[in-house]
């Protein structure tokens, strides 16, 4: 019953390092969706995946890009990392819009340093 | 202007009370929907329950209830008979419009603590 997985949960980088966060989700939900937590903070919205093959900005995109591999896979880069993006980036999946109970699945998150 | 604002940093509730955390909401969408989600120190992410907005009753999921006040756009989540377990940072969350199921705006967040 592995839900929405993560992958690294740990990372450090250089400014001006790349690296790319996987996201998986088995669910077999259509939307897909990357959030950052930054300390003390809720969560904004990255990029959002509302089916394969279309990705939109959340609220908050610049330095980041997006790729819907297919159904299952979402994942989040960032070509030149910056001590801004440090934060905890969270990958989420949802289920289709029904008339009681919305719910939002998230993964573990990845904890994410830029030095 | 602030979308979703909890106005608690920080709560204090002895074990085996009864604790509301409070939410206020800004939109001017009539469909919309409220979440609560759980943050333990482990840090993910646990979603604790929702309240869409054409809902006339308040939502309850176990020892969670949301009171949904519309008029007054609040959603604040009572906790009742609290546990040592419940220590954790709680967040309010909304989605605005019909089809945007999974695009959230957060509040800050509420630390609870829980006294044995």
């Known amino acids: 019953n592995a839900g929405v997985t993560q992958t690294p949960k740990f990372q450090v980088l250089k400014t001006g390092q790349s690296m790319t966060l996987q996201c998986a989700q088995d669910m077999n939900h259509n939307s897909m969706y990357w959030y950052r937590q930054d300390p003390g903070m809720g969560l904004r919205l990255i990029y959002y995946s509302a089916s394969e093959g279309t990705t939109d900005k959340g609220e908050v995109p610049n330095g980041y890009n997006v790729s819907r591999l297919n159904k299952r896979e979402f994942s989040l880069r960032l070509e030149s990392a910056a001590p801004s993006q440090t934060s905890v980036y969270f990958c989420a999946s949802s289920e289709p819009p029904g008339p009681t109970n919305e719910k939002l699945f998230f993964g573990s998150g990845t904890q994410l340093s830029v030095l | 202007a602030q979308k979703i604002t909890q106005t608690q940093p920080g709560m204090f509730v002895q074990e085996k009370e009864a604790v509301t955390l409070d939410c206020t909401y800004d939109t001017s969408d009539q469909s919309y929907g409220l979440f609560w989600y759980k943050q333990p120190s482990s840090g993910e992410m646990i979603f604790l329950i929702y309240?869409?907005?054409?809902?006339?009753q308040n939502a309850t999921e176990g020892r969670y209830s949301l009171n949904f006040q519309k008029a007054r756009k609040s959603a604040n989540l009572v906790i009742s008979a609290s546990q040592l377990g419940d220590s954790a940072m709680y967040f309010c969350?909304?989605?605005?419009?019909?089809?945007?199921?999974?695009?959230?705006?957060f509040g800050q967040g509420t630390t609870l603590q829980v006294k044995p």
């Open positions: 309240q869409g907005s054409y809902d006339e």
């Open positions: 969350a909304m989605r605005e419009g019909r089809d945007n199921t999974g695009k959230l705006i």
